[in-house]
């Protein structure tokens, strides 16, 4: 029986997630941002886990916190116990984030003022950000996305740019970095994109579901 459901967990997740969900791997085709690991997904309990692992930023303890504008999606920051450094996790409720109410909306650019990476002419149109004192995190909300922006505090390499998240040749988002800029006192920092729409897919919500079914499960 054990054998049985670990051979369909096995199916499930090879054929439903629509990308790369082990802790060991994120998307392929990401760079290699010095001191930093991920995006890394998962899923348990019914939520989607993003996981960022920082190894040069360092806790003495953890916390966690609600997403704002959510009813079930939190985020943590907790110390890592594997590698050293922090692990910023983020739980997203799929139905939180796609009945979120952005009302009128308006123009964002990233809060320091820099352009959003990956959006014409840098600023994210008809948008709701909200910006945190959780270690500067910053939420973007949008009628077909959801973002977040992490300022890393640690320098990149000069590294920028925009990665798409595929997976089978389909666009489920994207990853964008902002080099640190010593001379205008500006942190580096990274901001994913998820495409709202890819929460209707019929095998993730299966998946979902299953996920609640086999309560702290992860997959």
């Known amino acids: 029986m054990k054998c049985s459901l670990n051979f369909i967990k096995m199916l499930f997740i090879i054929s439903s997630i629509f990308f790369t969900v082990s802790c060991k791997n994120g998307p392929s085709g990401l760079p290699s941002i010095p001191g930093v690991s991920g995006p890394l997904f998962n899923l348990v309990d019914g939520k989607i886990l993003l996981t960022m692992k920082f190894l040069n930023l360092n806790l003495d303890a953890g916390f966690k916190g609600p997403i704002p504008e959510t009813r079930n999606s939190s985020f943590e920051f907790a110390p890592n116990i594997e590698d050293g450094g922090t692990i910023v996790v983020f739980h997203l409720d799929v139905e939180d984030l796609r009945s979120i109410d952005i009302g009128v909306g308006d123009g964002n650019y990233l809060p320091d003022g820099r352009p959003v990476p990956g ?14 004192n959780w270690n500067k995190l910053s939420f973007f909300y949008h009628k077909k996305l959801f973002g977040v922006w992490m300022p890393f505090g640690f320098e990149t390499a000069g590294l920028s740019g925009y990665w798409n998240l595929n997976f089978n040749n389909k666009n489920i988002g994207m990853l964008g970095l902002v080099g640190n800029d010593p001379i205008n006192g500006y942190k580096a920092g990274g901001i994913i994109f998820l495409r709202l729409e890819n929460l209707s897919n019929p095998a993730l919500k299966r998946l979902i579901k299953t996920s609640k079914r086999h309560p702290h499960l992860v997959f």
């Open 119 to 132: 959006v014409p002419g840098g600023k994210l149109e008809n948008s709701l950000r909200v910006d945190t």
